[in-house]
Structure formats: structure tokens, C-alpha cells
């Protein structure tokens, strides 16, 4: 019998990252065997066990074969035959699919700390790339959604060189694309895939992820739609950097998230064009409209398309509620200064601030963040129009410092054009 950490703790010890969770791998057992060492056994379709003290997860190496629709259309095949690289063989990417040997089932201590690498995913990991190990990945549509969410959870916008996904990888999603195989998965697990990657450093990376490789019309149709409006994607974009800069909880994100169908409620939005003219509409003329009926009712659009995302996705309930309340008060945060004593009532009992601050501070938080990202758009059109101009654009007869003046006076005309 041999024993193995496998997968992410092995991933993240060679990336230097902390991890808490430990997987195993056992070779040459039965699960006669486990059950006789106090291994309780919790795996339904294949032997996985719980430790007995640490509850930690031991799998009994297996083999897989592709069997039905989705990824549950599995034959499994556990035998103490099986070997450790036939196991690593069924994982998804090569840096998940490395394995360091430990001395036994009560001692998880690495014997030598070799790394078992038959797929190459530390030379991977050195280049920085995503890649399938077998083709057999195009059976699993999951793989498309986790390979997107360990894309989102590498990313960093600090840095010039973030993890890729090998090409090879790209045209086998694109089969799994082509296939439909996508809309077998089922709701809960869209869902559990997409939660776990919203609560990353770099929430957007994992939507981006999908739209960049095709598979998001098919998980989040109504989603890719509206994404393809490029201020609208920048806009979103850049409110999940800043939510999980600062942070935010689940209900928060994914209410970030359904900014995408806000473009009614912010006219401005309707054309990438547009954003470039008239970005600052939302954080200047907007506040000094009046506010009415009519701000409530551009919400609308906003509201179904958000609900019906929750819908098929099988959103929790007390996180779609959030998104709700959040778009019912969108037009009352963004008038608050035009508020009424009837509104101000209003905007009370919709958020329940009666009863408690905290979720009328979690729902002002989100405004906060929606207004700041409107805030850094506008302010990179200025240094975009500010960079625009050089020294080819003033008058060649200018001498000296007169040249520097003409310059920052093109600078200024030039902010002043899209102001």
C-alpha cells in the first residue's frame, strides 16, 4: 500500500500559496482494508473514506471512463491495480495532477518530498499555463467552468504575466462548446463553480475567462448578451476588482455582477461610444435630476434579466434578495439628495434599516464601489486623452518652455472635449 497527497496542496506547495486542504490518494488497497484501519467510507459512486481523526479525504486510486451526458456520465474503476499515474492521468489540468508519496494512512509526512510529476505540471507551473492532461478532459463539461475559476484565482492585475490557457485546452473547450454538453451540467453545480470563483481576489477573471473561450452563452446566456457592450463588461469589470480589494461578501459580487444589465438605469452605457463623451453623466447630471417614478421604472429591465439569471442558476434565495433590494435602491441612492421625507420612509422599510444597519451599510458599501468604478473609468478616458498628445501636436515655430505650455494647453482641451 502507498500512500499520496495529491492535487492542490501539492499545486500550491510548489506556488509558494498556503493551503489548508489535503487530498490522498491510496494505491494497492481494498476498501476492506480502510474500513479495517477506522476509515469511514462517504464516496456513493467511487471509495473515498474520511480519516478517521483528521476527517481529511482518502481515495482509493481509480481510473474513469466517459459512460452519459454530463459530468456524472462516469464509469469509475477502483482496483488495487490501479497506479498512481493512471490516477493522475483522469485529473483535469497537469498542475493538479502531481503527487508526493507520504509514509503511511496515520502519517502523512512526505517520505522524500519527490514530487510524482508524469504530466510535466511543474514546468507548467514555471511557465505559467493551464493545460489539459489528456483528452479526456473534453468529457467532463465542469472542467470548462473550474479551469476558468483556477484561471480567476492565479490572476493578478498587478502583474504582466498571468497564467494562460494552453491552445490545445482552448480547442478542446471549444469541442465541449460545439457538443452542448455545457447545458447538461446542472444548476447547483454552475452555481457552486461560480460562487467559489466570485470570492477570489479577481472576481471578473472568471467571467472574462468564459467569454473569452465561448462558453459563457452557454452557462449564463442572458449574461453574455449584455456583456458584449464593452462599457457595460468595463464598467462590471471593474467593480468586482475593487469589491474583492475591498473584500465584499458573496451577496455583494454577485450583485456587482448584475450591474450588467443596467445600462436602462444608466443611459450612458447604451454604446461603448457613448462612455467615452459622457461617463461622468452618472456621478454629475444624473444626481441633479429630479427624482421620480421613471427612475424607478429604467430599473425594470434590470431587475427581470437579474432574477431570471438567479433563477436558472439557483441562486440562494437571501443572495438574490440582496441583488433586488440593491437595483429597488439604486435610484434612491443615486437621488439622495433630491429625496423627499416620503422617499427617505421608503427607502427605509425597503432595506429594513428600521430593524437592522446591516444590510442597508452592505447595500451602501455596493453603491460605493459602482460609483468609485465609474470614478476610475472616467478618470482613465482623461489620461487617455491626456496621453494623446505629444509634441507633434503643437505649432513646430514654438521655442523652449513655450513648447511645454502648448502641450499642457492641448492636454487641457483635450480633457475638456469629453468632460
Known sequence: MQVYIVGGAVRDKLLNRAY??????????????MLQAG??????DFPVFLHPKSKEEY????????SGKGYKGFEVYASPEVTIEEDLLRRDLTINAMAIEVKGLMDDTPITGEVIDPYNGQQDIKDKVLRHVSEAFSEDPLRVLR?????????????????????????????????????????????????????????????????NVGSLPYVMPNLAEVLT?????????????????QNLNLAQRWAILMLAFSAEAMPQLTSSAQLEENIDTHTTS????????????????????????AQLLKVPKKIAQ??????????????????SAEDIAKLITITKADKSEVEFGELLQVHKVVELSYQQLQFNQYVQAFNRISINDVDEGLKGS??????????????????
Not at 489548508?20 to 482494508?33: I, L, M, N, R, S
Not at 457592450?229 to 480589494?245: E, I, P, R, S, Y
Not at 513655450?402 to 468632460?419: M, N
Open 20 to 33: 489548508t486542504d489535503k487530498d490522498f490518494v491510496v494505491v494497492g488497497a481494498t476498501p476492506e482494508q
Open 39 to 44: 476509515f469511514i467510507q462517504v464516496g456513493e
Open 59 to 66: 481515495a482509493l486510486a481509480r481510473t474513469e471512463r466517459k
Open 147 to 211: 479551469i476558468a475559476r483556477f484561471y480567476g484565482r492565479f490572476y493578478d492585475p498587478n502583474i504582466e504575466h498571468n497564467f494562460i490557457i494552453a491552445p490545445e485546452t482552448i480547442a478542446l473547450i471549444g469541442d465541449i462548446n460545439d457538443s452542448n454538453e455545457l447545458k447538461h451540467l446542472t444548476a447547483e453545480r454552475v452555481w457552486q463553480e461560480t460562487s467559489r470563483a466570485l470570492l477570489q481576489n479577481s472576481p471578473q477573471a472568471y467571467i472574462d475567462c468564459l467569454m
Open 229 to 245: 457592450n464593452t462599457a457595460v463588461k468595463d464598467l462590471v469589470f471593474n467593480a468586482l476588482q475593487v469589491a474583492g480589494q
Open 286 to 309: 444624473i444626481k441633479t435630476q429630479n427624482f421620480n417614478t421613471k427612475n424607478l421604472e429604467s430599473c425594470q429591465y434590470w431587475l427581470d434579466q437579474s432574477k431570471a439569471l
Open 322 to 339: 440582496f441583488t433586488q433590494t440593491y437595483i429597488t435602491c439604486f435610484a434612491y441612492f443615486t437621488h439622495y439628495a433630491q429625496l
Open 402 to 419: 513655450a513648447i511645454g505650455e502648448a502641450i499642457h494647453q492641448a492636454r487641457v482641451q483635450a480633457i475638456a472635449e469629453i468632460k
